[in-house]
């Protein structure tokens, strides 16, 4: 592209030619449409009115930067836009910059602004002056900036002012300034179709004016409506009040519910511990009646031992008397023999006497041990019917526990797909539990390790539930720490903790509190920590070195801000998971490999980081018994 210094003497020469080939191309191209003149145009004219400019100092312009001086954010996004499409300025690429005071902006390669915004062209170009800028307005008088330009009815016009550009070192294209009005007459002829415009539109906008006194009389009309309306609304806010007092009564009710629950549960312990001595008794009773029946099988061997003795009696006994049939001269003569024989015969009848009365006892015996295996199996059979009655109602604990735990669609709702809750009782009911609730746009979410495991874990979870609820409700700073103090404040005097041989019923928790209005998240916790990973680095912060419950030395509990980016993921956790047997060596699975698993499936999908969780800790068990409950909990932002 041919291009000159504005002194050159081939400008005048070729002038009416070079105007006429200028008018033609220009017509064919956007900046000359006929079209609407709106932000996107002004956007095409500025980047055109660029693009036959040369810069003295172009050869060091790494990027252009196109500076607008303007509050129409309209229009600052049609230059970008533009700037966007067109991507290059003289084979460079274009950064566009704005703002409504001209002392504000960074160093510019080009400046535009609109008179209609009532900036004084002078005092801008001398604050900008011998600064290699080149300076293009609209709406001036002529000869006040370096390149002007103004649109009468959608017929766009500008001047090119040589001696300003020639004094800052710039260059224009030929056909460019052929196209340009060259004298202050033409140029005020424009200007004064300019006022004659603005003065249409000054009754245009008197119209509007009366358009605007009807609205405003129209909206004086809404207004008592709304006034109306308002005090419907007050009626309905005394409704409100009265349904909160009723909410209140229902609350005290529910209250009520948990203090006979807990009743029940003292309950159900005395008859689980009765039941576990009538297991005792049975097992002792079970061992006594094992030995009857081997000394009774002892005994029926020496029976068979005695009666096959007496039958080779009796037949001994028998041979004799036909030897004494037969012999009856000889026994005269073997009367000796014959009362031996006799009295041995005595002796074996009254043994077989003693026999058969020990026999007697034996099966007398015998009976005993019937009706006791018998009285056995009923006690067994009631302890059944007992046990299973203990069953149900620890299962009907279980659900109560469901009940007031979080339902997952209304935390599906909260997180959608970017969540995932491993819990995994060690019994029906569980010591481990989570809460998750929002507030004033604030996500409260909570991984608690209550005292113990079952039925008095169980019972530590509901009332931590039942305080944490009514904690959030009723406090107005939604601070991590101060809901900790909270509720250790509330659980001490539940259980009437003083110290003096109390026991130190408690709960380790990690509790968060996520503002994603800031992008920040607040942390508190009770002996356990909160892992977070970012860009596959995992951060631990850890909690204060005591419960929620009675403690040596009860301090506040520390509150951690940490800001948040998008990817980043928060774990939270009991121990039971950490501590389970398992593993070639029948270990426990401890932290460090827990951390190393968390790292390696930061970037999967929630739902399949829960299934390798899980996995992993089934691998990890291998036939071993599950020791504690476990409780992981993971939230992606």
């Not at 990027?63 to 003289?90: E, V």
């Not at 370096?146 to 766009?156: D, G, L, P, S, Y």
């Not at 049939?325 to 005269?332: G, H, Q």
Request: proline residues 2%; neutral net charge; charged residues 30%.
């Amino acid at each position: 592209m041919k291009h000159f210094r504005i002194t050159s003497k081939n400008y005048k020469m070729n002038k009416y030619f070079l105007a006429l080939t200028f008018l033609f191309i220009f017509l064919n191209q956007r900046i000359f449409s006929q079209q609407e003149f709106d932000n996107p145009s002004r956007a095409v004219w500025i980047l055109d009115i660029a693009k036959y400019i040369v810069w003295p100092n172009e050869k060091q312009i790494d990027t252009f930067k196109l500076c607008i001086l303007s509050n129409d954010t309209n229009l600052i996004t049609a230059i970008k836009n533009m700037a966007q499409k067109r991507k290059l300025l003289h084979n460079k690429p274009m950064k566009v910059l704005h703002t409504h005071d001209y002392t504000q902006l960074p160093n510019c390669d080009l400046l535009f602004f609109n008179k209609n915004e009532h900036y004084d062209i002078d005092k801008v170009s001398k604050y900008y002056e011998n600064k290699k800028i080149l300076i293009v307005t609209e709406n001036y008088e002529f000869h006040k900036s370096m390149v002007n330009f103004i649109v009468i009815k959608n017929r766009k016009s500008y001047e090119v002012n040589l001696s300003k550009l020639t004094e800052n070192g710039f260059q224009a294209n030929e056909l460019f300034v052929a196209g340009a009005v060259t004298s202050k007459a033409d140029w005020e002829v424009i200007y004064k179709q300019t006022d004659k415009e603005l003065q249409k539109e000054k009754e245009i906008v008197e119209q509007q004016n009366q358009q605007i006194l009807q609205q405003r009389q129209e909206i004086e009309k809404q207004q008592n409506q709304i006034a109306q309306q308002q005090n419907e609304i007050n009626k309905q806010i005394e409704q409100i009040e009265k349904q909160k007092k009723e909410l209140q009564l229902i609350q005290k009710q529910v209250s009520t519910n948990a203090a006979l629950l807990k009743l029940k549960i003292l309950e159900l312990e005395q008859r689980e511990k009765v039941l576990q001595a009538k297991n005792e008794e049975i097992n002792q009773k079970s061992v006594i009646l094992a030995n009857q029946k081997k000394e009774i099988d002892k005994q029926g061997e020496r029976i068979d031992e005695q009666k096959k003795v007496l039958n080779e009696q009796l037949a001994k006994i028998h041979m004799q008397q036909l030897i004494l049939y037969l012999f009856v001269a000889m026994m005269l003569l073997l009367v000796f023999l014959g009362f031996f024989i006799y009295r041995n015969y005595k002796i074996k009848k009254q043994a077989n006497i003693k026999l058969n009365q020990k026999n007697q006892e034996i099966l007398k015996q015998n009976e005993e041990i019937t009706q006791q295996k018998h009285e056995i199996e009923q006690q067994r059979d009631e302890i059944s019917l007992q046990k299973q009655e203990i069953m149900d109602s620890i299962k009907y604990a279980s659900r109560i526990q469901q009940a007031v735990l979080p339902p997952i669609k209304i935390i599906e709702n909260l997180f959608y797909e970017n969540f995932f809750i491993f819990n995994r009782p060690r019994d029906i009911v569980s010591g481990d539990y989570y809460f998750i609730t929002s507030k004033d746009n604030k996500l409260i979410v909570s991984a608690a390790d209550c005292t113990g495991h079952g039925v008095p874990g169980a019972f530590m979870s509901l009332l931590g539930i039942s305080f944490l609820n009514e904690i959030i409700a009723k406090m107005e700073q939604l601070d991590a720490d101060l809901i900790l103090n909270k509720l250790r404040e509330n659980i001490i005097n539940a259980l009437n903790q003083t110290g003096d041989r109390q026991t130190k019923d408690g709960m380790d928790m990690v509790l968060c509190v996520f503002d994603f209005e800031k992008n920040i998240v607040e942390f508190a916790g009770a002996n356990n920590p909160l892992y977070h990973i970012r860009n596959k680095e995992l951060m631990e912060y850890k909690g204060d070195k005591m419960p929620i419950g009675l403690y040596d030395e009860l301090r506040p509990f520390t509150k951690h801000t940490i800001e948040i980016q998008k990817g980043d993921t928060f774990y939270m956790f009991s121990d039971g998971y950490a501590d389970q047997f398992g593993g070639p060596d029948g270990k426990k699975f401890k932290y460090k490999p827990l951390k190393e698993m968390l790292i390696a499936i930061q970037d999967l999908p929630m739902k399949e980081q829960l299934k390798v969780v899980e996995e992993t800790i089934d691998k990890w068990k291998n036939g071993y018994f599950q020791v504690d409950d476990m409780l992981l909990i993971g939230i992606k932002y």
